[in-house]
C-alpha cells in the first residue's frame, strides 16, 4: 500500500496536520476498514430498492434480542453530563471556531459535515483550529483589526466532532492512487493528534457519527474506536460518540446503534433535516403516500416526524443515554430586529416542545440563539443536569407510524417548487465556493436541507404530482423553465458576472442534473459537487 497526498500545501501549518505518523495511522485505518466501509455502502443500495419495492421498513427480526434485552451504555462523563445547549459550525474558519467555542453552548459540535465544505483548504484548516481548539489555543485578528481570543470568564464549549459520513471520499489522500475514505482521515487525523492530550484533561475525543443506515455501520465505528484507543494506548471507553438518528432506516434500529456502540455511546440525536431527506431518498419511487407536502409546511409536530422524536427520547433514556434534539433553521439577524424577533421565538417554540418530551438539551444554528435555548432547557431541568431520569415508558411508536407521511399537513405547490429549486441553486453555488452553511431568506441552508430541496423536486417529477396553487402537473419540461427563471432571478440578485458564471452556473447545471436529468438518482448532492471543487 502506497499513501500519497496530492497536495501538501493548502494552508500555512498544513505540516504540522499532515506528519508521517499521523497519515501512517490514516493508512493503518485504511487498511483495516476501508474494505467493510465500502461493503456496508453497498448494502445500503440493496436494502433501500427492497424496501422501496415493499413501500414499507419494519423493525429486524433478527435483533429482537437486542431491543428486549436488559442493558444500558457506560454512563456519561463529566464533560457530557450537561448538553442543555449545543452549538453547531464549521471548523473552518478560525473566526468561527473561536466563536462557537465562547458561545457560552456547553457543546460545540465541530462540524467537518453538512456545514462544511470538503475544500482541501477546509479540511486541513479544520484540523488545525480543532488542534488549537483541544489546547485553548486560537487566536485570530480580522483585516478590519477586530481581535478573536479564547474567553477566560465563562468555560468554552466542550469539542464533539462530527466526521464526514461514509459515503464522502478524500480525494487529496490516495493509497495506491485511489481516494481515501473522509470519514477516516477526518477522525484519524483529530484522533491521532488530540486524543492523548484530549484525554488527560477529561475533555474527549468526543464525536457526532452522522448519516449511518444500519447498526453494522455503528459496529463499523466501534472497531474503529477500539483499534484507534489500543494503538494510540487510551483507555478503551475513552471515546463517546453520539449518533445522528438521521435517516429512516436507522430510525427502525436506534436501539441496536446504541448496543453495538454501548462503551462508547453517549447518545443520538434527532437529525430532523437529513431524516427528511432520507424519507423522500428512500421512498421516491414509491408513490404517493411518501410524497410530502412544501418543504416549509412539514413540521416537527407532523404526526410522523412525532413519533420519530418520541421514540428517540423513550429509547435513549431507557439505555442510560442522552436524547439531543435537533436544528430549528430559524437564524436571527443582527441588522434587522424583527426577523431576529420572529427567529427567537420559533426557536423557543421548538425548543420548549424537545424539553417537554424529555430531551436533554438540543442544538443551535447561531451564538445569538445560545441563550433562548438555554432558558427553555433552564427552566424544565431546573436543578437537573439531564432528564435522562424521564423514561417515557408510556410511548408506543409502530413502524406504520414512523412511515406516516400522509399524516403531514400542507400541499405541494409551485411556489414551493420554486423556492426549492431558487434554494438548491444559490446554496450549491455558496458550497462551490467553499463555504457549507448559509442564511437564505433567513433560513440556515446546509447540506441536509438543499438535500431536501433537490430531492423533493426529482420525487415531484417522478410521481408527476398536481401543484395545489396552479393545477399544472410537475415535469421534467416545468421544473425545467421554473429552474430556469430562478437562476435568472439570482443572476440579477448576485449582480457579479464573473462570481456567477464561476459559482452559479455549474451548480445550475448539476441541480439540472439532478432534478430533470435523464441520468437516475443521484445518492448525495455532495458527491458530484465534490468533484467540482479543489
Ligand atoms: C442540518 C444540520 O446538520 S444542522 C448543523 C449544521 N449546520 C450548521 O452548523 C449551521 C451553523 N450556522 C452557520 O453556519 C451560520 O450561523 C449561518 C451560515 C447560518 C449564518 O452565518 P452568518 O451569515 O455569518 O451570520 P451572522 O452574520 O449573523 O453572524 C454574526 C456573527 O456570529 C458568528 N456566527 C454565526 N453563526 C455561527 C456559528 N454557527 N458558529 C460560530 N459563529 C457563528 C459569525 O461568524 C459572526 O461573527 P462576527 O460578528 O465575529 O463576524
Ligand atoms: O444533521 C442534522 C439534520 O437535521 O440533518
Known amino acids: 500500500m502506497a499513501l500519497t497526498v496530492t497536495d501538501r500545501l493548502p ?115 479544520a484540523q488545525l483550529n480543532l488542534y488549537g481548539a483541544a489546547r485553548g489555543d486560537l487566536a485570530y ?59 488527560s484533561t477529561g475533555d474527549g475525543p468526543f464525536y457526532y457519527l452522522p448519516k449511518m443506515e444500519s447498526h453494522l455501520e455503528a459496529r463499523l465505528w466501534n472497531e474503529i474506536f477500539v483499534f ?91 439505555r442510560g443515554a442522552f436524547a439531543m434534539g435537533g436544528m430549528a433553521a430559524f437564524i436571527p439577524n443582527r441588522r434587522e430586529p424583527e426577523i431576529t424577533a420572529q427567529a427567537v421565538e420559533k426557536v423557543r417554540a421548538d425548543k420548549m416542545r424537545e ?24 427552566s424544565v431541568l431546573g436543578d437537573k443536569p439531564n432528564q435522562v431520569d424521564r423514561l417515557r415508558k408510556e410511548v408506543q411508536v409502530s413502524a406504520a407510524d414512523l412511515l406516516d407521511v400522509a399524516s403531514a399537513e400542507g400541499e405541494v405547490t409551485e411556489a414551493g417548487l420554486r423556492l426549492n429549486l431558487y434554494v438548491a441553486v444559490a446554496y450549491t453555488a455558496v458550497w462551490l465556493s467553499g463555504n457549507g452553511a448559509v442564511a437564505i431568506h433567513n433560513l440556515m441552508e446546509d447540506a441536509a436541507t438543499a438535500e431536501i430541496s433537490r430531492t423533493q423536486v426529482w420525487q415531484q417529477i417522478h410521481n408527476q404530482v398536481t401543484l395545489a396553487d396552479t393545477g399544472n402537473t410537475v415535469t421534467r419540461e416545468l421544473a425545467g423553465k421554473i429552474l430556469a427563471e430562478e437562476v435568472e432571478r439570482l443572476r440579477a440578485e448576485v449582480n457579479d458576472e464573473e462570481a456567477f458564471a464561476r459559482y452559479y452556473e455549474p451548480a445550475a447545471k448539476l441541480i439540472a442534473e439532478l432534478t430533470t436529468g435523464e441520468g437516475g438518482f443521484v445518492e448525495f448532492l455532495t458527491l458530484p459537487a465534490y468533484e467540482l471543487v479543489s
Open 141 to 199: 485578528t480580522s483585516e478590519e483589526g477586530k481581535e478573536y481570543t479564547l474567553r477566560t470568564d465563562i468555560p468554552l464549549a466542550t469539542v464533539v466532532v462530527r466526521p464526514r459520513g461514509w459515503h464522502l471520499p478524500e480525494n487529496h489522500i490516495l493509497i495506491d492512487g485511489a481516494p481515501t475514505v473522509g470519514a477516516l482521515v477526518d477522525f484519524g487525523l483529530h484522533f491521532f493528534h488530540n486524543a492523548r492530550h484530549l484525554a
Open 228 to 318: 484507534a484507543q489500543d494503538e494510540l494506548g487510551i483507555p478503551q471507553g475513552t471515546i463517546r460518540a453520539t449518533v445522528l438518528i438521521e435517516t429512516i432506516p436507522a430510525a427502525f434500529q436506534m436501539e441496536e446503534i446504541l448496543y453495538e456502540l454501548k462503551d462508547h455511546a453517549s447518545g443520538l440525536n434527532a437529525g430532523r433535516w437529513d431524516y427528511l431527506f432520507s424519507i423522500i431518498k428512500y421512498f421516491r419511487e414509491s408513490g404517493s403516500a411518501f410524497v410530502m407536502p412544501d418543504r416549509a409546511s412539514v413540521s416537527m409536530t407532523a404526526p410522523f416526524m412525532r413519533a420519530y422524536t418520541e421514540l428517540l427520547v423513550k429509547t435513549c433514556h431507557r
Open 355 to 378: 424539553a417537554n418530551d424529555g430531551f436533554d438539551g438540543s442544538w443551535v444554528a447561531h451564538p445569538d440563539l445560545v441563550d433562548t435555548c438555554r432558558e427553555v432547557f433552564d
Open 11 to 125: 494552508v500555512a501549518g498544513a505540516d504540522r496536520i499532515l506528519t508521517e505518523e499521523a497519515l501512517d495511522f490514516v493508512e493503518q485505518l485504511h487498511v483495516k476498514f476501508a474494505a467493510t466501509r465500502d461493503g456496508l455502502l453497498a448494502d445500503r443500495v440493496t436494502a433501500r430498492r427492497q424496501a422501496a419495492a415493499a413501500g414499507k421498513l419494519d423493525f429486524l427480526p433478527e435483533t429482537s434480542h437486542i431491543r428486549s434485552g436488559d442493558w444500558q451504555v457506560a454512563p456519561a462523563p463529566g464533560k457530557l453530563t450537561d448538553r442543555r445547549v449545543e452549538m453547531t459550525g464549521p471548523a473552518s474558519p478560525v473566526k468561527m471556531a473561536i466563536n462557537a467555542l465562547n458561545s457560552g453552548a456547553k457543546v460545540w459540535l465541530a462540524d467537518l459535515e453538512d456545514a462544511s465544505a470538503p475544500t482541501w483548504h477546509n479540511v486541513i484548516d
